[in-house]
Structure formats: structure tokens, C-alpha cells
């Protein structure tokens, strides 16, 4: 039986702290032991989740009032051949830990998230994206194959030529069919640890989408969009393109001062201690502050139109981690996130709509940032050959309810336009959206997948029993 010391009664948040749960949280120490859970969970009647390092938004490493299995302990680098690039893993190892231990061999994770803190079990089950989706793909297009345990205590070995279809379902699929154990990574050969950036600033969306689209085939490109205004500037932003620098063994180099030219500032600016600056940015937690704050930026980017600079890999890809627990300044109602993504053809029409309905709105975003995609053969996408909008909004008691119905008006316009939406960032769909935008031949393989590798029903979330409650026998109203 699983060690007594090793559950506790926790409350979780969501990573964006807008969602909490009570759970009964074990940290398992191997395989055998999250055997034990499942019998566990099976014998008291309970259900359970999974949490790599709860940096989904939303409510999606939850499991309120059951068992939530914490896998951040699983933090082994099983394999690392620095020759080839392939890297074998335990499924709770961070983006963090991944990058430091292959950057100086001259190695890079192809597919990055904008913080380095998630694990790559989180990163599999989310199949997340980078600001290079069109590039390279999603996450799961560099999984080598994985190991996995299923409810039905079996052990699957899964790759894109071996048990193909649970390949496709797995990658993606929020947790709901199995946890994964270890992966094998193929990552991206560098010549250095950097990128050559260059910031472009758009007038208004027409610019932004033309120019991210322009420069679609660099090595990044993602566009900051200030949601604050609206008539003809409606969409104006900062377009970042980035290339990698191709200048043999720069920076590749094992001492640990070539290794702190990679690392993320610990001051702002060279002087402010980055650790204490979200308390300076709780004063603009209000629509005049992000007002401002776009408009500056808007500004600033402006002035240095063209500009060009040398970044390291991880100061470029994970600019959200340069200020820690920047989160905090949106307390005590914490942030959401929403994300969508539209087919190239509708793009303009529909992210109008959605910036125009926001600046209307008595709750506007304070964050806007746009990416190009593509589509994908996995089974739970979100992507699509199109562009995503990722709108933060601060929560309040205030404004609970006009956020909800924004985001409600939002989906309808996403759905009628052919659109898809991101769970990794989800905290308000509904079922009826969720169900629209899969299609139900994705929900009838699902269900059969769900079946095949849970039989019992046992693994559920609280983003899974929001969403889709269907998959967990619930009776639904379809409406
Ligand atoms: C600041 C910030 C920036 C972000 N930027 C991006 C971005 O640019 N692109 C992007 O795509 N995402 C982004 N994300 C979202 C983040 O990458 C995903 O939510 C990711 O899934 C988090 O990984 P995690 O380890 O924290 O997983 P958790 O949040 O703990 O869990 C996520 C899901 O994975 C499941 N899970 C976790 N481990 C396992 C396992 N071993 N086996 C099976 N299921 C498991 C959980 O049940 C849950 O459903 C960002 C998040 C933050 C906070």
C-alpha cells in the first residue's frame, strides 16, 4: 500500500490562482506505487489527476475533493546522447532542467513554452506549442516514442511506427488515458546558444497579420497586440522575428560563466531586483493601468522599429519567467488566459471582432499576443493552419461575471468562424463548445480510446468534467 506520508490534503490552485481544489495529492516514487493509487482510488471509489508542475492556467492539473497525483518528483534524466540529440526522460524532468543540461553540448529543445518551468509530461499531455509552431510543430512532433501506464495497468511503449493510434491519442489528450512514465526527445542541433531578434511594429492588425505571416518562416516570430485601443489602430503591436545564430561553438561552451550567459537577468534594467517587481506592477492592475503600459510599449516598440539584438535561446523563448511570480500582481482574484485559434481565410474579420468586443468590454485584457500554426494528426488538437490570439485577463469578484459573458460572446465567434481553443489555458469553456469545435468523429475515438485504456473510468479533472463530461459517463444535456 502507498506510504501514508506520501499523500497529503491539499489545496491546489490553477497556475493563473483564478481556481483552487481541495485534493488528496499523492507523490508517488515510481511506477508500482502509482499501481497502488489506482487500486487505491478503485477500492474508495474516487477519481484521479494528474499534475506535473500546475503551470496550465486553468483548471486542468485539478481534481477537486479526489486524488491528484503529483509526478514533479519524477525528475530523472534516464538517457542523454549528446552525439544524436536524443534525450530519454521521466515524465515529471522540467523544460528548465532539459535545456541547461544539453544547451552547452550544442543541443536546444525544439518546442518551448513561454516559461521553463513546465514538465515535459505536462508538455506531452497538452501537446503545447512555441513561438515556432509553424516551423517545427508542436511538442509532441519531437517525441521520439514514450512509456506509459494505463488504469488498466497496463504498460504501453508508444512511438509514431509502434501502437501509432494511442501515439496520436495520448499526445494531447489532457491526462485522460494514461500517465506518462518517460520519453524519448529528439531535440534541434544548434551552433549557439542564441537568436538574432529583430522587432517590427505594426500599425494596426492588418500589419501585425501581414508582417507575422511575412516572416512565418524564420526560426520564431510572435506578435505582442495592444488590446487597449480601437478605430484604425485596432491590433497595433510589436512583431518579434528571431533567427538562430549560426556562429560555431559561441556560447556552446561547458564552464559555468558560459553557462550564465544563457540564464534569464536577475535585474531589471541592470539595477531592479527582478524577484520584487510585481509588486511595482500591482499598481497598474486596473483598465488606466494597462492603458498605459500597452501604450508605452506600443510607443517604445515604435521608436526602435527595426531593431535588431542578439538574445540567448532561453532569455528569447521564456521572456515570461524574467519577472518571478509576476502572476501575483493580479491577486487576490488571480488571471485567466483564453486562447483561440482561426483558420488562416477568417483571421482578420474574427480577431477585429474579438479586440473590438474587448475594448468595449468593462473587463479589456491586459496582455494580447498572436502566433501562426499549423495543422497537425493529432487526435486532441487545437491547431490549425491559421493564427492564435492569447488574451490574460486579471479576475476580480467585480467582474466575474461580465469576463464570463465576454468569453461566451467570444466563442461564438470563434465557432462560427471554423475556430478551435487550447485546454493547457482553458478556464471557461463549456461542453456544448468543447463538443462543437472537436467534431464528433474526434469525440467517438476518444470515447473509444477512453475506454480501451480506462475502463474504469478513473482518470477525470475538473477541466475534463467541465468540458466533456461525457467522457466520464455523465449524463449531459446536448442541448
Ligand atoms: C507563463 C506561462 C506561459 C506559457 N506559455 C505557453 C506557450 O507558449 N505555449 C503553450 O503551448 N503552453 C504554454 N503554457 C501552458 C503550459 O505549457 C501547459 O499548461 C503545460 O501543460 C504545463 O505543464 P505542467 O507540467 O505544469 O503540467 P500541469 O499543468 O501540471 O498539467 C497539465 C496537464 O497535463 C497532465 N499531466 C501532467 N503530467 C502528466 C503525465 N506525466 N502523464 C499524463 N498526464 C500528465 C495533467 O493531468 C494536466 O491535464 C504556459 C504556461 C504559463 C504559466
Keep these: 500500500m502507498v506510504k501514508l506520508s506520501h499523500q497529503s490534503i491539499r489545496r491546489e490552485m ?18 508500482n506505487d502509482l499501481l497502488e493509487i489506482f487500486e487505491l482510488a478503485k477500492v474508495r471509489g474516487m477519481t484521479v489527476g494528474f499534475r506535473g508542475a500546475g503551470q496550465s492556467y486553468g483548471d486542468a492539473a485539478l481534481n477537486g475533493e479526489q486524488i491528484l497525483v503529483d509526478l514533479s518528483g519524477w525528475n530523472r534524466i534516464l538517457d542523454w546522447d549528446p552525439e544524436n540529440g536524443l534525450i530519454t526522460v521521466q515524465s515529471g524532468v522540467t523544460i528548465a532542467q ?15 513554452p ?6 515535459v509530461g505536462g508538455c506531452a499531455s497538452m501537446n503545447i506549442h512555441g513561438k515556432n509552431h509553424w516551423q517545427v510543430g508542436s511538442f509532441g512532433d519531437h517525441v521520439v516514442d514514450f512509456k506509459a501506464l494505463l488504469p488498466s495497468g497496463k504498460i504501453v511503449y508508444c512511438s509514431r511506427l509502434k501502437s501509432q493510434d494511442l501515439y496520436y491519442g495520448m499526445l494531447g489528450s489532457f491526462g485522460m488515458l494514461g500517465c506518462f512514465l518517460s520519453m524519448t526527445l ?56 528571431a533567427r538562430h545564430l549560426d556562429l560555431p561553438s559561441q556560447n556552446i561552451l561547458t564552464d559555468d560563466v558560459a553557462m550564465s550567459t544563457h540564464e534569464l537577468p536577475t535585474k531589471i534594467l541592470g539595477v531592479l531586483p527582478a524577484k520584487y517587481l510585481w509588486i511595482f506592477l500591482r499598481m497598474f492592475n486596473h483598465r488606466m493601468g494597462y492603458k498605459i ?16 539584438f542578439v538574445q540567448s535561446l532561453a532569455q528569447f523563448n521564456f521572456l515570461l519567467d524574467y519577472i518571478p511570480n509576476w502572476k501575483r500582481a493580479f491577486l487576490p482574484g488571480g488571471l485567466i488566459q483564453y486562447q483561440c485559434f482561426v483558420p488562416f481565410g477568417n483571421v482578420h474579420t474574427v480577431f477585429h471582432k474579438i479586440i473590438q468586443c474587448c475594448t468595449n468590454s468593462k473587463s479589456p485584457p491586459y496582455l494580447g499576443v498572436v502566433k ?14 491559421g493564427y492564435s490570439l492569447a488574451i490574460d485577463f486579471s479576475v476580480k469578484d467585480s467582474n466575474r461575471a461580465g469576463l464570463s459573458s465576454l468569453l461566451a460572446e467570444l466563442d461564438k465567434i470563434v465557432l462560427d468562424a471554423g475556430g478551435r481553443f487550447y485546454f493547457a489555458k482553458d478556464s471557461t469553456l463549456n461542453p456544448e463548445v468543447a463538443r462543437s469545435f472537436l467534431g464528433p468523429k474526434t469525440l ?4 473509444e480510446l477512453k475506454l480501451g485504456c480506462d475502463p474504469g473510468g478513473l482518470l477525470q479533472s475538473n477541466l475534463s468534467r467541465r468540458i466533456l463530461p461525457e467522457l466520464h459517463g455523465y449524463q449531459v444535456d446536448k442541448g
Aim: one cysteine or more.
Design 293 to 308: 503600459v500597452n501604450a508605452v510599449r506600443y510607443y517604445l516598440g515604435l521608436l526602435r522599429n527595426g531593431h535588431r
Design 14 to 31: 490553477s497556475w493563473g490562482m483564478a481556481s483552487e481544489a481541495c485534493c488528496y495529492v499523492y507523490y508517488p516514487e515510481d511506477e
Design 372 to 385: 501562426r500554426h499549423k495543422a497537425d494528426d493529432f487526435l486532441i488538437s487545437c491547431n490549425l493552419d
Design 444 to 447: 467517438a475515438r476518444l470515447m
Design 98 to 112: 532539459l535545456w541547461r543540461r544539453v544547451v552547452s553540448s550544442g543541443w536546444w529543445p525544439p518546442v518551448v
Design 186 to 241: 529528439q531535440l534541434k542541433q544548434i551552433s549557439s546558444g542564441e537568436v538574432q531578434v529583430t522587432a517590427l511594429s505594426a500599425a494596426n492588425l492588418d500589419d501585425l497579420l501581414r508582417i507575422i505571416d511575412i516572416h512565418k518562416d524564420e526560426d520564431y516570430v510572435v506578435g505582442w497586440v495592444d488590446c487597449m485601443v480601437g478605430s484604425s489602430a485596432i491590433g497595433r503591436g510589436i512583431v518579434h522575428t
Design 114 to 119: 513561454g516559461t521553463m518551468n513546465p514538465t
